[in-house]
């Protein structure tokens, strides 16, 4: 890679040694992507995207299926070298067969995201990356009471998924978030009223 300094250092490590275990692991993360995009179907098919030029897809979805520490790596690296360490870790898992499945996977997913008019800072658009559409989709429509709420189903797992301001991209909802992130301001604000009220009954 033709990187000054320390960004050569880090494509470097990208590409040698820690490459071997990545690559095994992208073996087995390619052909479970793979079998995931069956499900796929349930869905209507995304639009036939083609991929981006390397140094942009470096930035999108692909660090999603990087280790944290890849990750950090990759994010050091001036955009020509990211490009050419991503097509690194991307290259074909299975030269025997006819295309790389892990980029077509990637290439796919990548569709499906953007199908969505979602960018990527969008929890919705990681979870249609890495894990295909939902088996269920369900709008909460209720503005009186809650901010803009959708509920994910993948087999038993249920995600709530709420934007907390508007135009915002959507967030993960966690318990530790409390209830009070799923409400709008005013119904949170009589919430308040209502136990503090009850509180002194």
């Known amino acids: 890679m033709t990187a000054p300094g320390g960004a050569a250092r880090a494509g470097t ?16 993360l390619a052909w479970g ?9 349930r869905a209507a098919p995304p639009p036939d995207l083609p991929l981006p030029v390397w140094e942009q897809l ?23 070298a990211r490009g050419q360490a ?3 870790l991307l290259a074909d898992p299975d030269p025997a067969t006819a295309e790389n499945e892990l980029l077509e996977g990637v ?23 890495l894990q295909g559409p939902p088996d269920e989709r369900q709008r909460v429509d209720c503005s009186a009471v809650f901010v ?21 991209p959507f967030h993960l909802w966690l318990p530790i978030d409390g209830k009070r992130a799923l409400y709008t301001h005013e119904m949170g604000g009589w919430l308040e ?4 009220l009850a509180g002194r009954i």
């Open 58 to 80: 470096a930035v999108e979805a692909a660090p999603w299926l990087l280790g944290s520490e890849q990750k950090q790596q990759l994010a050091t690296l001036p955009p020509a």
């Open 107 to 129: 290439r796919r997913r990548r569709a499906l995201m953007l199908s969505e008019s979602l960018t990527t800072v969008d929890k919705r658009a990681r979870l249609l990356f």
């Open 33 to 41: 992507l793979v079998a995931s995009l069956g499900g796929d179907a």
């Open 148 to 168: 803009p709420l959708e509920i994910w189903r993948y087999g038993a797992l249920r995600l709530v998924l709420y934007q907390g301001s508007a135009a915002g």
């Open 193 to 196: 009223e209502w136990e503090s």
């Open 13 to 28: 490590s990208l590409a040698s040694a820690p490459r071997v275990l990545l690559r095994s692991g992208l073996f087995v």
């Open 86 to 88: 991503l097509r690194a």
